[in-house]
């Protein structure tokens, strides 16, 4: 049996899950599908909402969107996860304590696990 698109997701938001456990945010991942928000993670009193996109997925306007109307209404930061085959690429895309001004989701730095 191959992969679904769906098992492929869950498969990419389960393994961004490790990855902010492993930085020491408590996580949860949004079993909705098509949900604005995939993963909601909170650490030190700060909330962080995670978008999880594969290699060639893109968020519309709309969509994006909608993801800051939930990153303004948690005053949370929001990042869009790209998986890609070097490795994961964050976008931080805004909200509250953000490192960075809001980003193109196209733009961001890859980081590898």
């Known amino acids: 049996m191959g992969q679904t698109p769906y098992r492929r997701g869950r498969g990419r938001e389960y393994y961004a899950l ?5 930085e020491g945010w408590m996580c949860c991942r ?6 604005p928000v995939d993963i909601f993670a ?3 009193g700060e909330v962080l909402l995670v978008q999880v996109k594969g290699e060639k997925g893109r968020m519309g306007r709309g969509e994006l969107q909608r993801f800051l ?3 303004e209404a948690f005053n949370a930061r929001g990042e869009i996860w790209y998986f890609t085959r070097k490795g994961v690429r964050r976008v931080d895309v805004g909200g509250s304590r953000r490192s960075e001004g809001r980003g193109d989701p196209r733009e961001g730095s890859a980081v590898r696990f």
């Open 18 to 22: 490790r990855i902010l456990r492993s």
């Open 30 to 35: 949004s079993a909705a599908s098509h949900s």
């Open 42 to 44: 909170g650490k030190d």
């Open 69 to 71: 109307s939930w990153v």
